[in-house]
C-alpha cells in the first residue's frame, strides 16, 4: 500500500464521492478527491436542492391564492427572478463550501481540476499535467443531462442546467419529457407564472409510476394551468422573430420563448480513460458493477448516478458508505436497492415506494388495492377543486403491504415514513392498528378499509 501516493483516489465531489472520501478519510485512509467542477455535484449544485428552493419560491402564487381564500387581502404581488437567483446562488456556495469544510476537516485532499485514469492505478491530473497512483479508485462522477439525437435546431433548447441560471424568466415555455425534471420544471414555471406546456411522447407521465398516480397528477397539473400534451414527440426547433417553434409529430407547431429539454440523464463515463483501465460498461455507458459497487477492475469501484442503478441522491451516499465497509473495513455491505423510497416534487408532489399495481400483479399474484381521493381540508375551506389521491397495494395473500403511492401536499414528507413499515413488511392489518392523527390529511392512510378492487388477476 505504501507504494501508491494515496490508499483513496475519488474521482467526483459529488454526494457519494464525498461520503465515501470522508468516511474513508476519518477510518486513517489517505484520501484524495478530483473535482472538475464545484463540488457539492448535481444534487447541490445542478439539482435536487436549487430545484427544491426554486420548487419553493414558485408555490407562493399558489399560497396567495390561499391567503385570499382565507380573507386575507393580498395586493399586487410580484416576482423577482434576479432577487432570486442571487439568493440562491449564495445559499448553494454556502452549502457547497460545507461540502468542501467536511472533506479538509476529514482529512482529504481536495483537488480542483480534471482527473482521467491511466491505467488501473494511476490517474493523471490534468490542469496540473501530473500523475498520481491510488490503491483504490473511486468513479462517482455523476450524470448529465442528454438531448435526444439527431433534433434540428437543439441548440436553441435548454437542459435543466441552464434553467438554473436563465439571465431572465420567459413568458412562455416548453418543457420536452415527462420523467421527474420534465414534472417539476413544469411545475415551477408555471408556478412563477411563465405559461407553461409540457410535452411527452407517451401516453401519460412519469413512466414507471402508478397509473394511477401519473393520471391524477397529468389532470391536477392542467387544473393547475400547465398544458400537458401526450403521445406526441418533439421533431424540431425554429427561431423566429417573435422566439422559438417546437414542431411536433401530429403536425402542431408551439410557439413558445424557451424549450426545455428533460430527455434524460447519461453517465459521465467519457474520456475518463476507463477504457485504458479496463473498466467494462454497461450498453447504456454506466460503469458496470457488482452488488458491492465494485468493477471488473478490482481495485476500481463505482457509485452513484454514474453507475445508473437507482439514480437518487440518498442511494449514492448509501451505496458509498456501503463501499467503504466493504473495501476498508473488511466488512462487506451490499446496498439493498429494493423498496427505495422517491418522492418527485412537482405541484401537487408525489411518494412513492415499493411496487405499483402493474408490478404487483406481474407473475398473477392476486393484490387488493386500497384507494382514497379526497379533497384536502385546506383547499376544500376555499372551493379548490383540487384532489389528493391515496393508494395501498396490498398482498392477499400475505397481507403485506407492497406499495404506498400518494400525490398531494406533504405526499414526500408522509412517504418517508410509510417507508420504514414498508421496508419492514408491515401486513395491511397491523397497518390499521395504527391509530390516525387527526386532523391531518396522512390519517386517511391508516382509515382505508375497504378494498378498491377486489379480485386479482
Ligand atoms: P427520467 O428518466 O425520469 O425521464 C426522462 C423522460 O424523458 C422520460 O419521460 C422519457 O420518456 C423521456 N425521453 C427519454 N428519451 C427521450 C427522447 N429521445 N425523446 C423524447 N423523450 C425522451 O429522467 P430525468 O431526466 O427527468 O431525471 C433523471 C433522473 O434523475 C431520474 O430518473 C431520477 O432518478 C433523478 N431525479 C430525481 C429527482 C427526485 O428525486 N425528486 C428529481 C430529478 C431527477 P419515456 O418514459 O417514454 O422513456
Avoid at 92 to 121: K, M, P, Q, T, W
Avoid at 418 to 428: M, N, Q, S, Y
Amino acid at each position: 500500500m505504501a507504494d501508491y501516493d494515496c490508499d483513496l483516489f475519488v474521482i467526483g465531489a459529488g454526494s457519494g464521492g464525498v461520503r465515501a472520501a470522508r468516511l474513508a478519510a476519518v477510518g486513517g485512509a489517505r484520501v484524495a478527491v478530483a473535482e472538475e467542477h464545484r463540488v457539492g455535484g448535481t444534487c447541490v449544485v445542478r439539482g435536487c436542492i436549487p430545484k427544491k428552493l426554486m420548487v419553493y419560491a414558485s408555490e407562493f402564487s399558489q399560497a396567495f391564492k390561499t391567503a385570499r381564500g382565507y380573507g386575507w387581502a393580498v395586493g399586487d404581488t410580484a416576482f423577482d427572478w434576479q432577487a432570486f437567483l442571487n439568493t440562491k446562488d449564495i445559499e448553494i456556495a454556502r452549502l457547497s463550501g460545507v461540502y468542501v469544510s467536511n472533506l479538509e476537516n476529514a482529512g482529504a485532499e481536495l483537488i480542483h481540476g480534471r482527473a482521467v485514469l491511466e491505467d488501473a492505478h494511476t490517474i493523471r491530473l490534468v490542469q496540473e499535467d501530473r500523475a498520481v497512483t491510488a490503491e483504490t479508485i473511486l468513479v462517482a462522477t455523476g450524470g448529465w443531462p442528454t438531448f435526444p439525437p439527431d433534433t434540428p435546431g437543439i441548440e436553441y433548447a435548454i437542459t435543466s442546467n441552464e434553467a438554473f441560471h436563465l439571465p431572465e424568466l420567459p413568458k412562455r415555455i416548453l418543457v420536452v419529457g415527462g420523467g421527474y425534471i420534465a414534472v417539476e420544471f413544469a411545475g415551477i414555471f408555471n408556478g412563477l407564472g411563465v405559461e407553461t406546456t409540457l410535452l411527452y411522447r407517451g401516453p401519460n407521465i412519469l413512466r414507471g409510476f402508478d397509473a394511477a398516480v401519473s393520471a391524477h397528477l397529468a389532470g391536477e397539473l392542467e387544473r393547475r394551468g400547465i398544458t400537458v400534451i401526450l403521445g406526441c414527440h418533439h421533431t424540431s426547433l425554429e427561431k423566429t422573430d417573435q422566439g422559438l417553434v417546437s414542431h411536433l409529430s401530429s403536425g402542431h407547431a408551439v410557439e413558445t420563448d424557451e424549450v426545455m429539454f428533460a430527455t434524460g440523464r447519461a453517465p459521465n463515463t467519457k474520456r475518463l480513460g476507463l477504457e485504458a483501465a479496463g473498466v467494462e460498461l454497461t450498453p447504456s455507458g454506466a460503469v458496470k458493477v457488482d452488488e458491492f459497487s465494485r468493477t471488473n477492475v478490482p481495485n476500481i469501484w463505482a457509485v452513484g448516478d454514474v453507475t445508473d442503478r437507482v439514480n437518487l441522491t440518498p442511494v449514492a451516499i448509501r451505496e458509498a458508505a456501503a463501499f467503504v465497509e466493504t473495501a476498508f473495513r473488511n466488512n462487506p455491505q451490499a446496498f439493498d436497492h429494493e423498496t427505495v423510497a422517491s418522492a418527485v416534487f412537482s405541484q401537487p408532489p408525489i411518494g412513492a415506494v415499493g411496487l405499483t399495481e402493474a408490478q404487483a400483479r406481474h407473475g398473477g399474484r392476486r393484490i387488493d388495492i386500497y384507494r382514497s381521493v379526497f379533497r384536502p381540508m385546506k383547499g376544500a375551506f376555499y372551493g379548490s377543486e383540487e384532489r389528493t389521491l391515496m393508494k395501498l397495494v396490498v398482498d392477499q395473500a400475505s397481507g403485506r403491504v407492497l406499495g404506498c403511492h400518494i400525490v398531494g401536499p406533504d405526499a414526500p414528507e408522509m412517504i418517508q415514513m410509510a417507508a420504514i413499515a414498508i421496508k419492514l413488511g408491515v401486513t395491511k392489518a397491523q397497518w390499521d392498528q395504527t391509530c390516525a392523527v387527526h386532523p391531518t390529511a396522512a390519517e386517511e392512510l391508516v382509515t382505508m378499509r375497504e378494498p378498491y378492487v377486489a379480485e386479482g388477476l
